[in-house]
């Protein structure tokens, strides 16, 4: 998937909400917390990361075409400086999947005024 297509499915997720932070990282969120990044061309970000189970950082972090997200590592995400290395269906279970961890870890209270399980 191109960075514009994981864009496009990022907005389509529950509840998912779209900014655009730390010249011109577009960051997607779900009750407030990041999900994924895509940086631009060249940005110190890498041009997509996204959150990981923790018990699957370390593994995933050593991964062909993978790396422990810059800034980021010491809360389980991970970076892909080529999205292309993955299948567009192993991309969206990826992002799916941060999308799902995040919305885990709110609140009760905060998942029911966003609708989410």
Same mark, same amino acid.
């Given at each position: 998937?191109? @960075?514009?297509?994981i864009?496009? !499915?990022c907005?389509?997720? @529950? /509840?998912?909400?779209?900014?655009?932070?730390?010249e011109?990282?577009? +960051?997607?969120? +779900?009750?407030g917390?990041?999900? #994924?990044?895509?940086? @631009?061309?060249?940005?110190?970000v890498?041009?997509? #990361?996204? $959150? #990981?189970? @923790?018990?699957?950082?370390?593994?995933?972090?050593? =991964?062909?075409?993978?790396?422990?997200?810059? !800034?980021?590592?010491? /809360? $389980?995400? +991970?970076?892909?400086?080529?999205?292309?290395i993955?299948?567009?269906?192993?991309?969206? /279970? !990826?992002?799916?999947?941060?999308? #799902?961890v995040? /919305? =885990?870890?709110?609140?009760?209270k905060?998942?029911?005024?966003?609708?989410? $399980?």
């Amino acid at each position: 998937m191109t @960075p514009k297509q994981i864009d496009a !499915y990022c907005r389509k997720l @529950p /509840a998912a909400t779209r900014s655009v932070q730390w010249e011109g990282v577009t +960051v997607f969120k +779900v009750g407030g917390k990041m999900f #994924c990044l895509i940086g @631009p061309p060249g940005h110190s970000v890498a041009r997509i #990361c996204f $959150k #990981c189970p @923790p018990e699957h950082f370390e593994a995933l972090s050593h =991964a062909a075409g993978f790396k422990p997200a810059p !800034y980021l590592a010491r /809360a $389980k995400w +991970v970076a892909l400086e080529d999205p292309a290395i993955l299948t567009p269906a192993e991309t969206r /279970a !990826y992002l799916k999947q941060a999308h #799902c961890v995040i /919305a =885990a870890g709110l609140s009760k209270k905060k998942r029911a005024e966003l609708g989410l $399980k």
